[in-house]
């Protein structure tokens, strides 16, 4: 009897250091690409180079095989648009290099599954920056994509394992997402294996705050008949999911669900730290991420009997995305379910902030707009243009506070 107890504590204590050595390899990846001698991992800039370089020695170390088009490397090249609403080129400015760092792990099946997290970010505050400060600071992007990498990169070690031989893995670290897909849109239309073999496409952006109070978004379960049915079976951490149905999206599935290809995006939700500085590693849940780790290991074993997956076109994606070209200078709660537009930050000296808006507020009415949820909130802004003025109402608690905003 005490031969038996002796070995189960072994055993425990072998599972706990392993889990313990799994939770510091992924902490090494954020912190690494989280550092200040990346400068924030912008498109074209040394710093994304270290990074393309130091995910393709992790790839390498793991006796993942290059799949790139130069090794590892998938380059591109993309002129900007002075105007993000325009639909061509400036040609008067210089072309911006990336990579894309791929890999692929062979296990001789019938078909792929891809995994994809973007690896570059905002610099010192490129575009897309809501750092209210004027003196450029790096913007070292933790949680949007450290986070997704080195879930990447955990998964491409698990997957190693003959128990998940039932499908091949790409694992695709895109460039250029925060400049506009730029990454994942070239290897879709420029794919290094068959897209034709390839099952399902997950996509991990902003997978670092897990908080099992808010719960975990996944969007694109509609582009699947079966995913909702996977999703329950692999969900044994018992974690709440926040589903969305549409396969379009602001990141890199989006390209791959443009292929008629099913996706799904994980998501931990957005935070006040959001495209600022403060997106740093020392604020990351990496407990959480070794989670979702287990999480997608058991899904792609739930759907190693169901074999190809059957493509389906979402509702959602007829309802175009309203153009709009004032902000309340906010953070929207994407993981929030009520009627209306919860505020989860607001940006210093931005209108909402300027009106007394808080954290947690909800808006429900923009001028003569009624808000019940993010796309009514999109649509309403797109109404109003610069120095626009609007009561806006929200909810806090159970008061409706109305002030006046200017655009």
Sequence with gaps: MKQIILSLFVLSSLLVNAQESEIEEIKEVVVFLASDELKGRETGTEGEEKAAAFIAAKFKELEIEPMGTDGFFQ????????NPHSTTPDKSLEPINGKNV????????????????????LGEGAEGSLYAGKEPQIHNGADDNASGVALLLALADELRDQAYSGFNYLFIAFSGEEKGLWGSNYYSKNPTIELEKVNYMINFDMVGRLDTAKGLAIN???????????????????????????GVGPSD??????????????????HSDYHKPSDDADKVNYQGIATLEEMVLNLVKATEGDGKLEFQKTKSDKKDTPRFTVTLGVMPDYMYQGDGMRIDGVTDGRPASK?????????????????????????????????????????????????????
């Design 75 to 82: 380059k591109f090249s993309v002129t900007p648009k002075a």
């Design 253 to 270: 599935h989006t390209s791959f669900y443009l292929q008629d290809i099913p996706v799904l995006h994980f998501f931990t939700g957005q």
């Design 355 to 407: 009106a007394g808006f808080e954290q947690g507020d909800v808006v429900i009415q923009m001028g003569e707009h009624k808000v019940d949820g993010m796309q009514s909130y999109m649509e309403a802004l797109s109404k109003f243009k610069k120095g626009d003025k609007a009561m806006v109402k929200v909810k806090r608690g159970e008061k409706e506070i109305e002030s006046e905003v200017i655009f």
């Design 102 to 121: 791929v890999g692929m792990l062979n296990h001789g099946a019938e078909y792929t599954v891809i995994f994809g997290a973007h690896y570059d970010h």
């Design 220 to 246: 694109g379960v509609g582009t699947a008949p079966n995913w909702m049915e996977n999703l329950k079976e692999a969900n044994q951490a018992d974690l709440k999911l926040i589903t969305s149905e549409s």
